[in-house]
């Protein structure tokens, strides 16, 4: 079983920045490939970014390339996601994910394929 914890959330004017991390405890982070999603009022919850263990695979959402950045401290079992140049519509619960995988350059990016799951962070942007 793998605990995770979001933090960083909050309220942010539109251009401004953000940074999430996700704490890990429990069983072995590094087998473990990491994600972060969100979920608008009234939407499903959707992709944002997802990095593999090995740290050498990311994958991000069209609609956040060039502004947000995934990374992962082993060392903290953490993972962060840096947001800049915010958007009203970033406005979300962000949630932290993880995968089980012996693929250190799996990066899986549909909420199926994600094990565990934190209980999210609210982030409002505005405008």
């Known amino acids: 079983q793998v605990h995770l914890v979001e933090s960083g959330g909050g309220l942010v004017q539109a251009g401004g920045s953000l940074r999430l991390s996700c704490a890990a405890s429990g069983r072995t982070f590094s087998k473990h490939a990491m994600g972060w999603f969100r979920q608008a009022p009234g939407k499903e919850r959707e992709f944002v970014a997802a990095i593999s263990w090995s740290g050498g695979n990311i994958y991000y959402h069209d609609s956040v390339k060039g502004r947000f950045t995934i990374s992962r401290d082993s060392a903290k079992n953490t993972v962060y996601l840096q947001m800049n140049s915010l958007k009203f519509e970033d406005t979300a619960v962000y949630y932290c994910?993880?995968?089980?995988?012996?693929?250190?350059?799996?990066?899986?990016?549909?909420?199926?394929?994600?094990?565990?799951w934190g209980k999210g962070t609210l982030v409002f942007v505005s405008s």
């Open positions: 994910a993880g995968s089980r995988t012996d693929d250190s350059n799996y990066v899986p990016v549909l909420t199926i394929q994600y094990d565990y």
